[in-house]
C-alpha cells in the first residue's frame, strides 16, 4: 500500500528566516516515520524558508518562468540543501531515503501540464528505499523554468503510483473555517471556498486554497493534518480534514 506524504515547508523550515531548517521540527517529523514502520512511503517537501525567498527574489513562479541559468541554480540549489537536510534526518533514524530531484526528473509542456515519470519513482520504492521528492524548478518548454509546487508533485505521485492514501502535513491541524475549527471532511471546493484565503508567508504556489482543490481530484483520500497527528496518520488514522 503505498503512502504518498508531504512535509510542508513551513513545518521543517524557520519561515521568517531565509535557508533554515527548524531542526526540532524536522527531527520530530523524521522520529514519527522512523517509528510508524511505514515501508510502501513515497515523501515530499516544500521549500520553506529554502524555496520560496529565492523563487520571489527572481520573480519565478508556476507561471512566470526565467532562462537565467543563475536563478535556477540558486532556486534548485536552495531546494537540495533542505533535500539533504530532510534525507540526513530519515537516514539516521533508519529509513533508507533517497533523494529524487523533480529538476532531473521532470519538466512541464508548453501549457504548463507537468511530466514527472513515476517509473523510477517506483523502482526506488519496490527496493526497499523511500524517495524524497520537493517542490523545485523544472524545465518548461518555451519559458525556461518555473516553479514546481510539492503539491503538484503530491497530485502526480499519487495518480502514477496509484497511491492508497495521500497525507499532507501542515503547519495548521487541517482546513479551517472562519472560527479556527478544522473542517473534518471537504467533498466539494464550492462549499469551502469562503474560508480558504492565501498564505500569510512568502508562498509562491499558492496556500491552502490550491492544495484543497488539488486533493480534490485524487482518487486517494487526502488527509491535511498538523505535525502533531503525524504519527496518528502514518498508523492509519485519518486526522485533521480528510479530502475526497
Ligand atoms: O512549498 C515550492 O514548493 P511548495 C518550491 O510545496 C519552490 O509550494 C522552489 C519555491
Known amino acids: 500500500m503505498t503512502v504518498v506524504l508531504k512535509l510542508g515547508g513551513s513545518v521543517i523550515t524557520e519561515k521568517d528566516t531565509p535557508d533554515t531548517i527548524d531542526g526540532d521540527a524536522l527531527a520530530d517529523a523524521a522520529d514519527a516515520i522512523a517509528a510508524s514502520g511505514v515501508t510502501d512511503l513515497v515523501l515530499v517537501h516544500g521549500g520553506g524558508s529554502f524555496g520560496h525567498p529565492h523563487a520571489a527574489a527572481h520573480d519565478v513562479s508556476r507561471t512566470e518562468g526565467t532562462q537565467d541559468v543563475a536563478a535556477v541554480r540558486e532556486i534548485h540549489g536552495a531546494m537540495r540543501e533542505l533535500n539533504d537536510a530532510v534525507c540526513d534526518g530519515l537516514v539516521e ?16 509542456d508548453a501549457d504548463g501540464t507537468l511530466s514527472l515519470p513515476t517509473d523510477p519513482i517506483a523502482a526506488k520504492r519496490d527496493e526497499g528505499f523511500v524517495p524524497v521528492l520537493h517542490g523545485d524548478v523544472v524545465t518548461h518548454i518555451g519559458s525556461g523554468v518555473t516553479i514546481l509546487s510539492g503539491d503538484e508533485l ?22 479551517l473555517d472562519d472560527d479556527g475549527e478544522v473542517i473534518p471532511a471537504i467533498e466539494n471546493y464550492a462549499d469551502v471556498r469562503r474560508y480558504l484565503g492565501g498564505s500569510d508567508d512568502t508562498d509562491v504556489t499558492g496556500g491552502m486554497a490550491a492544495k484543497v482543490h488539488a486533493l480534490l481530484g485524487l482518487r486517494a483520500p487526502a488527509s491535511v493534518f498538523g505535525p502533531d497527528a503525524l504519527a496518528d496518520f502514518l498508523g492509519g488514522e485519518q486526522p485533521g480534514t480528510l479530502i475526497r
Not at 93 to 108: D, I, L, Q
Not at 159 to 171: D, N, P
Open 154 to 175: 503530491v497530485v502526480a505521485l499519487a495518480e502514477g503510483l496509484s497511491a492508497e492514501r495521500v497525507g499532507v502535513c501542515s503547519t495548521v491541524p487541517g482546513v
Open 93 to 108: 533514524r533508519g529509513v533508507p531515503a533517497v533523494p529524487h530531484h523533480p529538476h532531473s526528473a521532470g519538466h512541464r
